[in-house]
């Protein structure tokens, strides 16, 4: 028969991993459902934006840093997020335009638009939105400076 304080010792213990297991929880970024390849150097902007958010909609952060500049992770939720009900859904897209340089308004960026399905967005509509994506040129390739709606 375990003593008071062995049972003591046990609750105490049971509740610190209950709440190290929280924290990592609540704390941590949902998984990437998949790995989606970075494209070369070389890859126009329509090939990025199109790599960048096929990322966003398997929620690959590591692939949305890799192709944005600044770091892009606008659709990368934390856990507590999705369990509470603050998840962003993004359902699907329709077809990508060709870019579109912006007028010479100096930053030299081009633009790529399309239309997201979306649930759950702050600010946004359930359904279909038009969306867009801004690309500049760096010295690692084209990569995606702001997105939203258009």
Same mark, same amino acid.
């Given at each position: 028969?375990? @003593?008071?304080?062995?049972?003591?010792?046990?609750?105490?213990?049971? =509740?610190? %991993?209950? *709440?190290?297991?929280?924290?990592? !929880? #609540?704390?941590?970024?949902?998984?990437? @459902?998949?790995?989606?390849?970075?494209?070369?150097?070389?890859?126009? =902007?329509? %090939?990025? *934006?199109?790599?960048?958010?096929? !990322? #966003?909609?398997?929620?690959?952060?590591? @692939?949305?840093?890799?192709?944005?500049?600044?770091?892009d992770?606008?659709?990368?939720?934390?856990?507590?997020?999705?369990?509470?009900?603050?998840?962003?859904?993004?359902?699907?897209?329709?077809?990508?335009?060709?870019?579109?340089?912006?007028?010479?308004?100096?930053?030299?960026?081009?633009?790529?638009?399309?239309?997201?399905?979306?649930?759950?967005?702050?600010?946004?509509?359930?359904?279909?939105?038009?969306?867009?994506?801004?690309?500049?040129?760096?010295?690692?390739?084209?990569?995606?400076s702001?997105?939203?709606?258009?």
């Open positions: 028969m375990p @003593t008071p304080q062995q049972i003591r010792r046990g609750i105490l213990l049971g =509740a610190a %991993t209950i *709440a190290v297991v929280g924290v990592v !929880a #609540a704390t941590a970024p949902s998984w990437s @459902t998949t790995s989606v390849a970075v494209p070369p150097r070389s890859a126009s =902007a329509r %090939t990025v *934006a199109e790599t960048f958010w096929r !990322a #966003a909609e398997h929620r690959d952060c590591a @692939t949305m840093r890799a192709l944005s500049d600044p770091d992770t606008t659709w990368c939720v934390s856990w507590w997020d999705t369990f509470t009900g603050q998840d962003p859904h993004l359902l699907g897209h329709g077809r990508f335009s060709d870019p579109t340089t912006q007028p010479d308004d100096g930053t030299g960026e081009t633009s790529v638009r399309f239309t997201v399905d979306v649930r759950n967005v702050s600010g946004m509509p359930d359904g279909w939105n038009e969306w867009g994506l801004f690309l500049r040129h760096t010295a690692d390739g084209w990569r995606v702001e997105e939203g709606v258009v």
